[in-house]
């Protein structure tokens, strides 16, 4: 049950990431606040919300199941996924500084999961 609430909140926060930044890109500049409000309405970025809400509730159930210093360092393997989806679906250009970041990220989550 553990690690399916972990993978619940990492799958649920990068999609979530993943979509609300599809969906600022495409509103237009993200400096125009006018333009950042309309977006907020639209039915990708409340499901991003959504997402983020089950996210947030699964982190609370997994809470009861096992310490949050294990339960955090290993749910930021969604920051591995994030430079993953960012690169490959999002198009964004990631430099070797933050696949160096990345690597260093998920060995944490290889050390902190290990038993």
Not at 46 to 58: G, M, N, P, R, T
Not at 85 to 107: D, S
């Amino acid at each position: 049950m553990k690690w399916f609430l972990i993978g619940v909140i990492v799958s649920c926060t990068v999609a979530s990431d993943v979509l609300q930044s599809f969906e600022m890109k495409r509103s237009g500049a993200a400096g125009e606040v006018q333009k950042s409000i309309v977006a907020l309405i639209k039915p990708l970025f409340v499901l991003s919300i959504a997402l983020l809400a089950i996210s947030f509730f699964a982190f609370l159930r997994v809470l009861r199941l096992a310490p949050v210093s294990y339960v955090a360092p290993v749910t930021a393997s969604s920051y591995v996924l994030d430079g993953l989806f960012a690169r490959y679906v999002l198009k964004e250009h990631v430099n070797r500084k933050r696949w160096l970041g990345i690597a260093l990220v998920f060995a944490g989550v290889v050390l902190i999961s290990a038993p």
